[in-house]
């Protein structure tokens, strides 16, 4: 089951934005172009000038939402999370959806008067058809140049904070603790383990509870591998390779592996 809060790598660049616009913007005058899927191969005047017209319907959309993506990923504390690249991907779609639709509206077919209809219509017959191919090549691009931006490592991140009280299924299930004192927390099956600090040193307190539950509650916690989250200002090393990777964090030695967009992210840290 995907986790919807799980943090995930940003296209945050203008640069790498705008070489995506024009990959999509690209893509669908191609496909017009080669597939005419849509009986477009009556030959017309400026044929392929028109149809080379969608591209800038899809470039601008992308490039004028960028703005706001950024405004929701820097007030997210540079976070990007899964539900958030879900709902970019429906809300640029349909910015895209309308301008295509006005574009063939009027300079494809020259008509002047629409509906309501007339535009559910487009995009059940020309937009839709076109997300299936375009949506997985847009979320791999946007990985590809993606990042995940991890905060420096600071010390004084581990004194005492707010309190925070963390919550299983089971009534019973509760732990109050300073949010600086969470360490890690490990999911085994249908239990996560949550790994705090206290006077008498580490501790472990166990929740029925999943992962992505657990991590709802810990504003400090980072998803560095689908079965661990991590307080990174406890970060002691970054290890191993592109292959195998894995880090280590005070007061415990275990080692604890990530994900290769962590490795790349917290390899850039300075580490203790």
């Given at each position: 089951?995907?986790s919807?809060?799980k943090?995930?790598?940003?296209?945050?660049?203008?640069?790498?934005?705008?070489?995506i616009?024009?990959?999509l913007g690209?893509?669908?005058?191609i496909?017009?172009?080669t597939?005419?899927?849509f009986?477009n191969?009556?030959?017309?005047?400026y044929k392929?000038?028109?149809?080379?017209g969608?591209?800038?319907c899809?470039?601008?959309?992308v490039?004028?939402?960028?703005?706001l993506?950024?405004?929701?990923?820097?007030?997210?504390?540079?976070?990007?999370?899964?539900?958030?690249?879900?709902?970019?991907?429906?809300?640029?779609?349909?910015?895209?959806?309308?301008?295509?639709?006005?574009?063939?509206?009027?300079v494809?077919?020259?008509?002047?008067?629409?509906?309501y209809?007339?535009?559910?219509?487009?995009?059940?017959s020309?937009g839709?058809?076109?997300?299936?191919i375009?949506?997985?090549?847009?979320?791999?691009?946007?990985s590809k140049?993606?990042?995940?931006?991890?905060?420096?490592?600071?010390?004084?991140?581990?004194k005492?904070?707010?309190?925070?009280?963390?919550?299983g299924?089971?009534?019973?299930?509760?732990?109050?603790?300073?949010?600086?004192?969470?360490i890690f927390?490990?999911a085994?099956?249908?239990?996560?383990?949550?790994?705090?600090?206290?006077?008498n040193?580490?501790?472990?307190e166990?929740?029925?509870?999943?992962l992505?539950?657990?991590?709802?509650?810990l504003?400090?916690?980072?998803?560095v591998h689908?079965?661990?989250?991590?307080?990174?200002?406890?970060?002691?090393?970054?290890?191993?390779?592109a292959?195998?990777?894995?880090?280590?964090?005070?007061?415990?030695?275990?080692t604890?592996?990530?994900?290769?967009?962590?490795?790349?992210?917290?390899?850039?840290?300075p580490?203790?």
């Amino acid at each position: 089951m995907i986790s919807f809060n799980k943090t995930i790598s940003y296209t945050k660049n203008w640069k790498h934005t705008f070489l995506i616009a024009l990959v999509l913007g690209a893509l669908v005058p191609i496909l017009l172009m080669t597939l005419e899927p849509f009986d477009n191969s009556n030959i017309f005047a400026y044929k392929y000038l028109i149809i080379s017209g969608y591209a800038p319907c899809i470039i601008i959309p992308v490039l004028l939402v960028h703005p706001l993506e950024n405004y929701f990923y820097k007030i997210q504390t540079n976070r990007w999370y899964i539900v958030n690249e879900f709902f970019y991907i429906i809300a640029t779609l349909f910015v895209i959806f309308l301008f295509t639709f006005f574009y063939h509206f009027y300079v494809v077919s020259g008509l002047t008067s629409f509906t309501y209809k007339s535009i559910f219509d487009f995009v059940k017959s020309f937009g839709l058809p076109f997300t299936p191919i375009a949506v997985p090549l847009w979320l791999y691009l946007r990985s590809k140049y993606g990042l995940i931006e991890i905060p420096l490592y600071d010390k004084s991140g581990t004194k005492k904070t707010n309190a925070i009280t963390i919550v299983g299924n089971n009534k019973s299930e509760t732990l109050t603790i300073s949010e600086a004192d969470f360490i890690f927390a490990k999911a085994q099956q249908n239990y996560v383990d949550v790994y705090y600090n206290t006077e008498n040193g580490m501790q472990q307190e166990t929740f029925r509870s999943t992962l992505s539950n657990i991590m709802k509650q810990l504003p400090k916690a980072w998803q560095v591998h689908r079965s661990y989250l991590v307080n990174l200002d406890y970060l002691k090393s970054v290890e191993g390779n592109a292959r195998k990777r894995y880090i280590k964090i005070s007061p415990t030695e275990e080692t604890i592996p990530i994900s290769q967009v962590y490795y790349k992210a917290l390899s850039k840290l300075p580490q203790c």
